[in-house]
Protein backbone atom coordinates (compact mmCIF):
# COMPACT_ATOMS: atom_id res chain seq x y z
CA UNK A 1 0.00 0.00 0.00
CA UNK A 2 1.19 3.64 -0.51
CA UNK A 3 2.94 5.20 2.12
CA UNK A 4 3.14 8.97 3.55
CA UNK A 5 3.00 11.33 0.64
CA UNK A 6 4.37 14.99 1.33
CA UNK A 7 4.55 17.21 -1.27
CA UNK A 8 6.05 19.59 -2.49
CA UNK A 9 9.64 17.72 -1.18
CA UNK A 10 11.87 20.79 -1.47
CA UNK A 11 10.67 24.39 -1.25
CA UNK A 12 12.71 27.68 -1.30
CA UNK A 13 10.99 31.20 0.19
CA UNK A 14 11.39 34.06 1.29
CA UNK A 15 11.49 35.63 4.37
CA UNK A 16 7.99 37.38 5.19
CA UNK A 17 6.06 35.13 2.45
CA UNK A 18 4.18 31.90 3.64
CA UNK A 19 4.13 28.65 2.95
CA UNK A 20 1.47 25.35 3.12
CA UNK A 21 2.78 21.84 2.94
CA UNK A 22 0.65 19.10 1.73
CA UNK A 23 0.83 15.73 3.77
CA UNK A 24 -1.40 12.35 2.54
CA UNK A 25 -1.65 9.73 4.92
CA UNK A 26 -1.38 6.17 4.39
CA UNK A 27 -4.87 4.91 3.41
CA UNK A 28 -7.33 3.80 6.25
CA UNK A 29 -5.29 6.30 9.01
CA UNK A 30 -6.85 8.79 10.80
CA UNK A 31 -4.11 10.62 13.28
CA UNK A 32 -1.77 12.64 11.21
CA UNK A 33 1.41 14.60 12.96
CA UNK A 34 3.16 16.99 11.87
CA UNK A 35 7.25 17.46 13.10
CA UNK A 36 10.12 19.82 12.73
CA UNK A 37 13.64 18.54 12.09
CA UNK A 38 17.03 20.54 12.26
CA UNK A 39 20.63 20.48 12.96
CA UNK A 40 20.31 22.06 15.79
CA UNK A 41 17.27 21.48 17.92
CA UNK A 42 16.56 17.73 16.68
CA UNK A 43 12.98 16.71 16.04
CA UNK A 44 9.89 18.94 17.49
CA UNK A 45 6.64 18.13 17.59
CA UNK A 46 4.20 20.63 15.91
CA UNK A 47 0.70 19.02 15.67
CA UNK A 48 -1.44 16.43 15.71
CA UNK A 49 -4.73 15.63 13.68
CA UNK A 50 -7.24 13.27 14.26
CA UNK A 51 -10.63 12.98 11.84
CA UNK A 52 -10.14 16.56 11.39
CA UNK A 53 -9.53 18.09 15.18
CA UNK A 54 -6.20 19.16 16.65
CA UNK A 55 -5.74 17.08 19.35
CA UNK A 56 -2.04 17.68 20.99
CA UNK A 57 0.13 21.10 19.88
CA UNK A 58 3.88 21.85 20.60
CA UNK A 59 5.40 24.57 21.72
CA UNK A 60 5.78 26.45 18.41
CA UNK A 61 4.19 29.97 17.67
CA UNK A 62 0.88 31.10 16.33
CA UNK A 63 2.84 31.15 13.17
CA UNK A 64 2.49 27.76 12.10
CA UNK A 65 -0.89 26.44 11.77
CA UNK A 66 -2.20 22.65 9.98
CA UNK A 67 -5.50 21.41 9.49
CA UNK A 68 -7.15 18.27 8.60
CA UNK A 69 -9.88 17.52 5.82
CA UNK A 70 -12.49 14.53 5.72
CA UNK A 71 -10.52 12.40 3.94
CA UNK A 72 -7.78 12.50 6.45
CA UNK A 73 -5.41 14.44 4.40
CA UNK A 74 -2.98 17.61 5.95
CA UNK A 75 -1.82 20.80 5.54
CA UNK A 76 0.37 22.81 7.69
CA UNK A 77 1.27 26.47 7.16
CA UNK A 78 3.56 28.98 8.31
CA UNK A 79 3.36 32.77 7.95
CA UNK A 80 5.55 35.02 7.88
CA UNK A 81 8.85 33.12 7.47
CA UNK A 82 11.73 33.51 8.99
CA UNK A 83 15.32 32.28 8.30
CA UNK A 84 14.93 30.08 11.70
CA UNK A 85 12.24 28.39 10.44
CA UNK A 86 14.06 26.55 7.82
CA UNK A 87 13.85 22.87 8.33
CA UNK A 88 12.93 19.15 7.48
CA UNK A 89 9.26 19.40 7.57
CA UNK A 90 7.94 15.86 8.42
CA UNK A 91 4.21 14.21 8.77
CA UNK A 92 3.47 11.32 10.33
CA UNK A 93 0.48 9.20 10.33
CA UNK A 94 -1.42 6.28 12.18
CA UNK A 95 -4.01 4.50 12.79
CA UNK A 96 -5.34 6.00 15.77
CA UNK A 97 -1.92 7.41 17.74
CA UNK A 98 -1.78 4.01 19.47
CA UNK A 99 0.06 2.34 16.78
CA UNK A 100 3.45 3.03 15.24
CA UNK A 101 3.63 5.91 13.41
CA UNK A 102 4.78 5.88 9.50
CA UNK A 103 6.32 8.90 8.77
CA UNK A 104 6.79 10.81 5.20
CA UNK A 105 10.07 11.77 3.49
CA UNK A 106 9.47 15.64 4.52
CA UNK A 107 9.52 18.73 2.82
CA UNK A 108 12.71 20.56 3.26
CA UNK A 109 11.96 24.35 3.60
CA UNK A 110 15.07 26.48 3.06
CA UNK A 111 13.87 30.75 3.84
CA UNK A 112 15.65 32.88 2.59
CA UNK B 1 9.81 16.41 31.90
CA UNK B 2 10.46 14.42 29.35
CA UNK B 3 13.81 14.03 27.96
CA UNK B 4 15.50 11.66 25.98
CA UNK B 5 19.14 10.99 25.57
CA UNK B 6 21.04 8.84 23.03
CA UNK B 7 25.35 8.97 22.55
CA UNK B 8 25.89 11.04 19.33
CA UNK B 9 28.38 8.01 17.45
CA UNK B 10 28.72 4.70 17.20
CA UNK B 11 31.65 3.53 14.83
CA UNK B 12 31.25 -0.64 14.32
CA UNK B 13 32.85 -3.25 11.66
CA UNK B 14 30.24 -5.38 8.91
CA UNK B 15 29.25 -8.60 10.76
CA UNK B 16 29.70 -7.49 14.67
CA UNK B 17 26.92 -6.20 16.60
CA UNK B 18 25.82 -3.06 17.03
CA UNK B 19 24.11 -1.77 20.14
CA UNK B 20 22.81 1.59 20.20
CA UNK B 21 21.54 3.02 23.64
CA UNK B 22 18.97 5.39 24.63
CA UNK B 23 17.58 6.40 28.06
CA UNK B 24 14.54 8.33 29.23
CA UNK B 25 13.30 10.13 32.01
CA UNK B 26 9.10 10.14 31.81
CA UNK B 27 8.03 6.99 33.59
CA UNK B 28 4.88 6.71 32.59
CA UNK B 29 6.02 6.26 29.02
CA UNK B 30 3.60 3.77 27.17
CA UNK B 31 5.56 2.90 23.69
CA UNK B 32 9.26 3.64 22.33
CA UNK B 33 10.29 3.48 18.85
CA UNK B 34 13.23 3.22 17.47
CA UNK B 35 13.88 4.73 13.84
CA UNK B 36 16.33 4.41 11.41
CA UNK B 37 16.73 7.43 8.79
CA UNK B 38 19.52 7.25 6.32
CA UNK B 39 20.99 10.82 4.25
CA UNK B 40 17.76 12.85 2.28
CA UNK B 41 14.98 10.94 3.47
CA UNK B 42 11.80 10.46 6.03
CA UNK B 43 12.26 8.27 9.45
CA UNK B 44 11.55 5.06 8.70
CA UNK B 45 9.55 3.19 11.83
CA UNK B 46 12.26 -0.04 12.76
CA UNK B 47 10.31 -1.56 15.52
CA UNK B 48 8.57 -0.63 18.72
CA UNK B 49 7.88 -1.80 22.19
CA UNK B 50 5.43 -1.03 24.71
CA UNK B 51 6.45 -0.12 28.18
CA UNK B 52 5.20 -3.49 29.95
CA UNK B 53 7.55 -5.66 27.73
CA UNK B 54 10.91 -5.81 28.80
CA UNK B 55 12.26 -7.64 25.28
CA UNK B 56 11.06 -7.58 21.69
CA UNK B 57 13.26 -9.65 18.94
CA UNK B 58 11.80 -8.95 15.49
CA UNK B 59 14.76 -10.66 13.00
CA UNK B 60 18.19 -8.92 13.33
CA UNK B 61 16.95 -6.28 15.48
CA UNK B 62 16.68 -6.65 19.60
CA UNK B 63 15.28 -4.40 21.82
CA UNK B 64 15.78 -4.18 25.55
CA UNK B 65 13.94 -2.33 28.20
CA UNK B 66 15.03 -1.86 31.65
CA UNK B 67 12.07 0.13 32.99
CA UNK B 68 14.07 0.55 36.56
CA UNK B 69 17.13 2.54 34.86
CA UNK B 70 14.57 3.85 31.90
CA UNK B 71 17.26 2.56 29.30
CA UNK B 72 16.64 1.15 26.24
CA UNK B 73 18.68 -0.53 23.71
CA UNK B 74 18.82 -1.65 19.99
CA UNK B 75 21.08 -4.63 18.90
CA UNK B 76 21.66 -5.05 15.21
CA UNK B 77 22.76 -8.21 14.51
CA UNK B 78 25.51 -9.06 11.64
CA UNK B 79 25.09 -5.32 10.98
CA UNK B 80 25.52 -4.50 7.45
CA UNK B 81 26.64 -1.31 5.49
CA UNK B 82 23.27 -1.26 4.96
CA UNK B 83 22.79 -0.53 8.40
CA UNK B 84 24.64 3.03 8.17
CA UNK B 85 22.34 5.79 8.96
CA UNK B 86 21.52 8.13 12.30
CA UNK B 87 19.13 5.99 14.57
CA UNK B 88 16.62 7.96 16.91
CA UNK B 89 14.56 6.71 20.06
CA UNK B 90 11.21 7.95 20.73
CA UNK B 91 9.06 7.60 23.75
CA UNK B 92 4.96 8.48 23.54
CA UNK B 93 4.30 9.39 27.65
CA UNK B 94 1.24 8.48 29.00
CA UNK B 95 -1.17 11.60 29.37
CA UNK B 96 1.05 13.39 26.23
CA UNK B 97 -1.18 12.41 23.32
CA UNK B 98 0.19 11.13 20.52
CA UNK B 99 2.96 13.39 20.87
CA UNK B 100 6.29 11.53 20.63
CA UNK B 101 9.64 12.78 22.07
CA UNK B 102 12.67 12.07 19.97
CA UNK B 103 15.94 11.79 21.26
CA UNK B 104 19.14 13.74 19.51
CA UNK B 105 19.88 10.14 17.16
CA UNK B 106 23.11 7.92 17.37
CA UNK B 107 24.94 8.23 13.95
CA UNK B 108 26.08 4.16 13.05
CA UNK B 109 28.72 4.24 10.18
CA UNK B 110 30.00 0.33 9.54
CA UNK B 111 33.21 0.15 8.71
CA UNK B 112 34.53 -2.62 5.85
Known amino acids: KAGVTQTPRYLIKTRGQQVTLSCSPI?????VSWYQQTPGQGLQFLFE???????NKGNFPGRFSGRQFSNSRSEMNVSTLELGDSALYLCASSLDGTDGYTFGSGTRLTVV | GEDVEQSLFLSVREGDSSVINCTYTDSSSTYLYWYKQEPGAGLQLLTYIFSNMDMKQDQRLTVLLNKKDKHLSLRIADTQTGDSAIYFC????????????FGTGTQLKVEL
Open chain 2, 90 to 101: AERPTGGGNKLT
Open chain 1, 27 to 31: SGHRS
Open chain 1, 49 to 55: YFSETQR
